[in-house]
């Protein structure tokens, strides 16, 4: 068992969080899609950001989420281990469904309609009812960014088994055949043909499950034995150089098939190969450059979380009362991202962090010392 601390594991997770805030930012100004909130006047600057970005960070995010399954399930048994999803997945969920996530959806009113779309509270009555668009970009019921969360704990409960199954088969014999043969680079490579496969399965608000689910498995799978991680320093310069050719070709093709239908090689070859090939770069280098501890990281690490779930809902409403100055685009957007930045963290450090309750909630231990002071605030009186 290897217990010694993968910290490129902690920042990149960290730095994923940290992309959001430019990410969602810029959906305000891209052509690609509706958004709760959205410019009258577009960016193709910002729009080329999505697309650069897009097709690879929620990708990251659930490999690493994989990554650190295999480090939780060395000192957990799977009760303990789904124990531990209830209390910092799904408990989140349900509080962010049914409080942080809806104010998304007023402001989208407000802003699409341009005028007032009544009492708060009248307006969630309907809410709750109106299942006609799971993107809720337009006022109806969504699950919003917390789609991540609530797919982490349904995945988490899909796995255990096999994940324990995989956990208790490390040093066998036909565990080590299996390794030596697929952390050899083209073997490696060719799993992009799997993401391909799932192109075509359903994607319920436009997240593919079973797109995702594999980047979990993979990320568990290659983080259990260390030859992957070899594999991806020794590969990450020859990937970087292949995504510096494919991407741009990728990019060239998604611009000429914008208005055009039927056979897309993009989402079907495409996208899943230079996921993958990106994937290599930015594990190989960050396990390179980004493998330290650093006195910010323990508070990043319990501040990502919390900060993930309310940060869009703090954009949205930033958003809709910055758009109203009618400056410039690039002006906006950075203050949009700045604002959101800056009351999340806000929150954050002087309620969430601070209080029992609202750490249970956003998934966030309950310190001793916490518990301790409000002990003797009690006793004091």
């Not at 290897?2 to 994923?16: A, H, P, Q, T, V």
């Not at 960014?145 to 704990?153: A, E, G, K, Q, V």
């Not at 391909?196 to 797109?211: E, I, K, M, R």
């Not at 001793?368 to 605030?377: G, H, L």
Request: charged content about 10%; hydrophobic content about 50%; aromatic content about 22%.
């Amino acid at each position: 068992m290897n217990s010694k601390r993968r910290y490129d594991i902690d920042w990149l997770r960290n730095l994923g969080i940290l992309l959001l805030f430019a990410f969602h930012s810029a959906r305000v100004f891209d052509h690609w899609d509706p958004f709760y909130v959205k410019s009258s006047e577009l960016s193709w600057g910002l729009s080329w950001f999505i697309a650069s970005t897009s097709y690879w960070f929620m990708p990251l995010l659930f490999w690493l989420a994989g990554a650190s399954t295999w480090y939780a399930l060395q000192y957990r048994s799977s009760q303990q281990y789904i124990k531990d999803r209830i209390a910092r997945l799904l408990i989140p969920f349900m509080f962010g469904l049914l409080f942080i996530v809806p104010p998304q959806g007023y402001f989208s009113l407000w802003q699409h309609r341009g005028s007032s779309p009544g009492n708060y509270f009248t307006f969630l009555q309907n809410y709750f009812m109106d299942f006609s668009d799971l993107s809720g970009y337009f006022g109806s019921f969504t699950p919003a960014h917390l789609w991540f969360i609530l797919y982490l704990f349904v995945f988490s409960l899909v796995t255990v088994p096999l994940f324990m199954y995989w956990k208790n088969k490390t040093g066998t014999s036909g565990n080590e055949k299996f390794h030596s043969i697929f952390s050899k680079p083209f073997v490696y490579l060719l799993f992009f043909i799997v993401l391909t496969a799932t192109q075509p399965l359903p994607d319920p608000g436009g997240q593919n499950p079973f797109y995702y689910i594999a980047f979990l498995i993979m990320g568990f799978v290659t983080t259990s034995y260390p030859n992957y991680q070899k594999m991806f320093n020794k590969y990450r310069f020859p990937a970087l150089i292949s995504i510096i050719i494919l991407f741009p070709v990728w990019e060239i093709l998604l611009y000429h098939s914008l208005n055009s239908a039927g056979f897309s090689p993009i989402n079907i070859f495409l996208r899943p190969l230079n996921t993958w090939l990106t994937l290599i770069v930015i594990l190989g280098y960050g396990n390179k450059f980004l493998n330290f501890s650093h006195k910010l990281l323990p508070y990043m690490n319990e501040a990502a979380f919390p900060i993930y779930i309310i940060h869009q809902s703090v954009l949205v409403v930033a958003g809709y009362f910055i758009l109203k100055m009618k400056t410039d685009v690039w002006l906006e957007y950075l203050l949009i991202m700045a604002v959101t930045f800056m009351i999340s963290v806000m929150i954050y450090e002087f309620i969430i962090k601070r209080i029992p309750f609202t750490r249970w909630v956003f998934g966030v231990k309950i310190k001793n010392s916490i518990i301790s002071k409000k002990s003797a605030a009690n006793i004091n009186r």
